[in-house]
């Protein structure tokens, strides 16, 4: 089993950053793909960012390539997600994930296997 917990949400401005963090407890997540999701009122759960295992590979949703930067310390059993130009459209809940299978798939929800409780990010002037 792997517990995550979400921090570094909070409200922001319009072009403003933030960085949030999962830190993972139990097993480690040293050969899990990691993942960041977020959920808008009202919306479905939608892909942001993706990290192999090793670090070497990355993927992001095209809303937010170019802005946002997910990276991880296996040593620490964390995971980042660095959010830059924070615009309205950003505003949800984001969680973390883990998926122990291989070969991963990044992209859907539902391969993922642990999951946060959620930090909330509001984007707002």
């Known amino acids: 089993q792997v517990q995550l917990v979400e921090s570094g949400g909070g409200l922001v401005q319009p072009g403003g950053s933030l960085t949030l963090s999962c830190a993972a407890s139990?097993?480690?997540?040293?050969?899990?793909?990691m993942g960041w999701f977020r959920q808008a009122p009202g919306k479905e759960r939608e892909f942001v960012a993706a990290?192999?295992?090793?670090?070497?590979?990355?993927h992001y949703a095209d809303s937010v390539k170019g802005r946002f930067t997910i990276t991880r310390d296996n040593a620490k059993k964390t995971v980042y997600l660095h959010a830059n130009s924070l615009q309205p459209d950003d505003t949800a809940v984001y969680l973390c994930?883990?998926?122990?299978?291989?070969?991963?798939?990044?992209?859907?929800?539902?391969?993922?296997?642990?999951w946060g409780q959620g930090t909330q990010v509001t984007v707002s002037s």
């Open positions: 139990g097993r480690s997540i040293g050969t899990y793909t």
């Open positions: 990290i192999s295992y090793d670090g070497d590979t990355t």
């Open positions: 994930a883990a998926d122990s299978d291989w070969p991963p798939s990044y992209y859907y929800a539902w391969q993922y296997d642990f």
